[in-house]
C-alpha cells in the first residue's frame, strides 16, 4: 500500500511532507485537532490528535509563527512575520491571517500597511485587541479583532513577544500566555 506522504505517521513525533521550521502549536477547542504554524513552509499544518497524522494544510502568508485564539474559540488568529528568515528585514510581507476554526477555512488576510513583521503576542481579556510585537520593525500591533484595523506604537529593538495579562488558566506554561 501506498502512503501519501503528506499522511505519514511517525511514532513520537510528526514528520510533515516538506521541509519545515515549526513555530507555535495549538490545539482545537474541542481537543481533536492540533493547528502547527510553520514558518518555512508559510502555512499551518492541521493534525489529527488520535491518529497523530497530518490532515490538512492550510497557507496562510509568508513567514507563519504565531497561533492565537479567539476568546470565543471561533477564530484562530495567524501571525505571519513576512519572512523565513530567523534574521529578516523591515517592512516586509507581514500579516495576519484569521482562520475559521471549525472549518479551517481563511476568514480575512489583514496586511500590516506598509509591510512589518508580526511575531508574538495575545488576545486582550475582552477579545476586542489582538497585540502582536513587530520583530524587525521595533514596533507593538494593536489589532482591531473586528475589522483588521493596525495601530503601530514605537519601541525598543526587535521586540520577541508580548504577552496580555490576565489569560484563561490557572497555570503558565511557559511562553506568551500559554495557560491551562
Not at 514528520?15 to 521550521?21: D, I, L, N, V, Y
Not at 482545537?28 to 489529527?48: C, E, I, L, Q, T
Not at 471561533?74 to 516586509?92: C, F, M, W
Not at 488576545?123 to 521595533?138: A, E, I, T, Y
Amino acid at each position: 500500500m501506498k502512503i501519501d506522504p503528506r499522511q505519514r505517521k511517525v511514532v513520537g513525533y510528526l514528520r510533515f511532507a516538506r521541509r519545515g521550521m515549526p513555530q507555535d502549536i495549538r490545539i482545537s477547542p474541542d481537543g481533536v485537532r492540533f493547528f502547527v504554524a510553520d514558518m518555512h513552509a508559510d502555512g499551518v499544518y492541521v493534525v489529527d490528535g488520535d491518529s497523530f497524522t497530518q490532515t490538512d494544510f492550510i497557507p496562510t502568508g509568508v513567514g507563519t509563527h504565531g497561533l492565537y485564539p479567539s476568546r470565543d474559540g471561533k477564530e484562530l488568529y495567524v501571525a505571519n512575520r513576512g519572512s523565513h528568515s530567523t534574521r529578516g528585514a523591515s517592512h516586509g510581507k507581514g500579516s495576519i491571517t484569521v482562520l475559521d476554526f471549525a472549518t479551517g477555512k481563511v476568514e480575512h488576510i489583514w496586511p500590516i500597511p506598509g509591510g512589518g513583521s508580526p511575531d508574538m503576542g495575545n488576545v486582550s481579556v475582552d477579545g476586542r485587541q489582538l497585540w502582536l510585537s513587530g520583530r524587525w520593525d521595533n514596533v507593538a500591533y494593536d489589532i482591531d479583532t473586528a475589522t483588521g484595523a493596525v495601530k503601530t506604537i514605537p519601541v525598543g529593538l526587535e521586540p520577541h513577544g508580548l504577552t496580555v495579562w490576565p489569560q484563561p488558566g490557572r497555570y503558565s506554561l511557559g511562553h506568551t500566555g500559554n495557560m491551562r
